[in-house]
C-alpha cells in the first residue's frame, strides 16, 4: 500500500497570501495524483487531477506540480473560501486509494 | 449536474448489520464505477470500496474485507453498502464518490453529502 504524507500539518497564511502545500508519496505514483477540498461539515470536492490538471470550475489561482514522489499544490492568492483541509490522494497503484492526513489551512 | 444523495445511517450495536444507500443523478449511472469512502470524525479519509459500471468487479480495503458488501442496480440509479459485523471503528462519515471515467476507473473522485454511521452500544 502507497503511503501518502502531507505537510505542514497545519499552515497559517494571511488572505492574499500565496499557500504551498506539499505531499509526498511512498513510491512512485507517477503523475496519477489528486488533491481535494474539503469545507467543515461538507464532502471533499475535487481541486486537481493527474498532478497538474484543475477539475471544472475550479479557479486559477489553485495549481498543482509534481510527478513521482513529490507532489505541491499552490493556491496563489488566498481567499476567504480557500481556507479549510487539503487531501492529497493517489490513484496510480490501487487498490487500495490511499489519502494523505491532509493540511488545515487556517487563517493567520 | 452529478447528484449523490446518501442514506440509512444511524446508530447502531456493535455486532449488528446496516444497509447504506445512495440514490445517483444528473449522469449515465451505469457507465461509471462507482466508490464508498469514509472518515472517522475529525480524522482522514479512508476508501472503502469499488464497484465497477456494470457491478462486474467489486474491490474492499482491507479493513472491511469479509464484512462489507458494495453492490449496484443500475435500472434503479443505485449504489449499496451492506455492512455486516460492524465494529466501533468504523463509525464514520460514509461518502458515496462517482469515478471521474467514463466506462473505466480513475480513481479520481466526485462525492456525495454523506452519511453517519456510528457504532455503538
Known amino acids: 500500500e502507497i503511503v501518502m504524507t502531507q505537510s505542514p500539518a497545519t499552515l497559517s497564511v494571511s488572505p492574499g497570501e500565496r499557500a504551498t502545500l506539499s505531499c509526498r508519496a511512498s513510491?512512485?505514483?507517477?503523475?496519477?495524483l489528486a488533491w481535494y477540498q474539503q469545507k467543515p461539515g461538507q464532502a471533499p470536492r475535487l481541486l486537481i487531477y493527474d498532478a497538474s490538471t484543475r477539475a471544472t470550475d475550479i479557479p486559477a489561482r489553485f495549481s498543482g506540480s509534481g510527478s513521482g514522489t513529490e507532489f505541491t499544490l499552490t493556491i496563489s492568492s488566498l481567499q476567504s473560501e480557500d481556507f479549510a483541509v487539503y487531501y492529497c490522494?493517489?490513484?496510480?497503484?490501487?487498490?487500495?486509494?490511499?489519502f494523505g492526513g491532509g493540511t488545515k489551512v487556517e487563517i493567520k | 449536474q452529478v447528484q449523490l444523495v446518501e442514506s440509512g445511517g444511524g446508530v447502531v450495536q456493535p455486532g449488528r448489520p446496516l444497509r447504506l444507500s445512495c440514490a445517483a443523478s444528473?449522469?449515465?449511472?451505469?457507465?461509471?464505477?462507482m466508490h464508498w469512502v469514509r472518515q472517522a470524525p475529525g480524522k482522514g479519509l479512508e476508501w472503502v470500496a469499488l464497484?465497477?459500471?456494470?457491478?462486474?468487479?467489486?474491490y474492499y480495503a482491507d479493513s472491511v474485507k469479509g464484512r462489507f458488501t458494495i453492490s449496484r442496480d443500475n435500472s434503479k440509479n443505485m449504489l449499496y453498502l451492506q455492512m455486516n459485523s460492524l465494529r466501533a471503528e468504523d463509525t464514520a462519515v460514509y461518502y458515496c464518490a462517482r469515478d471521474e471515467k467514463y466506462y473505466g476507473s480513475s480513481g479520481y473522485l466526485d462525492w456525495g453529502q454523506g452519511t453517519l454511521v456510528t457504532v455503538s452500544s
Open positions: 444528473g449522469f449515465t449511472f451505469n457507465t461509471y464505477a
Open positions: 490522494q493517489q490513484s496510480n497503484n490501487w487498490p487500495p486509494l490511499t
Open positions: 464497484i465497477w459500471y456494470d457491478g462486474s468487479s467489486v
Open positions: 513510491q512512485s505514483v507517477s503523475s496519477n
